[in-house]
């Protein structure tokens, strides 16, 4: 159990859906992660929340819209996917992301395995 | 731009046997290097961070090595199990910018009875 749980685990939707994920962190951190791991690829960072506020987008398409409402509970809301979408969505925590040098850990979630059709 | 290299991309091993998982990357300034086990289906477990100063450190039978000189790592696996059976992720961390991860690819690797 590593303390961050993802829901669902698995989701099929088509084009035209909205859904989205959710993520729940029970480790006390302050920071949450959004990931999108495609086959054969490294995961991408998607979305950081740093004390709730997003410090990090990296040039995610807008049809992503991540949510935060507390240090807690991190959503993604999904709409007009494309079926290149299609891949493992990782939740992650961690302390603050601060300090130059200072190693922190990321814990991550089962991940969302996401069909677009 | 900072990448992070591993190989092999896959490999199978006879359970009981060693092996070893290479990785290189160019991330500047270095922070610190991170090995991950991800299991099928599920997400990426932490197996050692090292910081500059480290050149070694074990977690049971994995050990992992780093020569911050050539930006070079590796994890070796000792008297492989079945349940060895898994990615392994190198994750390097850069000191600017918010201590930003950099994945990569991943070396698969499959353990045979």
């Known amino acids: 159990e590593t303390g961050v749980t993802q829901t669902p685990r698995h989701l099929v939707m088509g084009m035209t859906n909205k859904k989205s994920l959710k993520c729940e962190q029970h480790l006390g951190h302050n920071a949450m992660y959004w990931y999108k791991q495609s086959a054969k690829k490294p995961l991408e960072l998607m979305f950081v929340y740093s004390l709730e506020e997003r410090v990090e987008n990296n040039s995610v398409p807008s049809r992503f819209s991540p949510e935060c409402p507390n240090s807690s509970h991190l959503f993604l809301h999904l709409h007009t996917l494309q079926p290149e979408d299609s891949a493992l969505y990782l939740c992650?925590?961690?302390?603050?992301?601060?300090?130059?040098?200072?190693?922190?850990?990321?814990?991550f979630g089962p991940g969302t395995r996401l069909t677009v059709t | 731009k900072n990448q992070v290299e591993q190989s092999p991309q896959s490999l199978i091993i006879l359970e009981g046997k060693n092996c070893t998982l290479q990785?290189?990357?160019?991330?500047?300034?270095?922070?610190?290097l991170r090995w991950y086990k991800q299991d099928t289906g599920r997400g990426p477990v932490s197996l050692t961070i090292?910081?500059?100063?480290?050149n070694t450190k074990s977690n049971g039978r994995y050990t992992a090595t780093l020569d911050a000189d050539t930006k070079q790592s590796s994890l070796h696996i000792t008297a492989s199990q079945l349940s060895d059976s898994a990615s392994y992720i190198c994750?390097?961390?850069?000191?600017?910018?918010?201590?930003?991860?950099?994945f990569g690819g991943g070396t698969r690797v499959l353990v045979k009875p």
């Open positions: 090292m910081t500059f100063s480290e």
């Open positions: 994750v390097v961390s850069a000191s600017a910018a918010g201590n930003k991860l950099t």
């Open positions: 990785c290189n990357y160019t991330v500047s300034p270095f922070s610190n």
């Open positions: 992650a925590s961690s302390q603050h992301r601060g300090l130059a040098g200072a190693p922190y850990e990321q814990y």
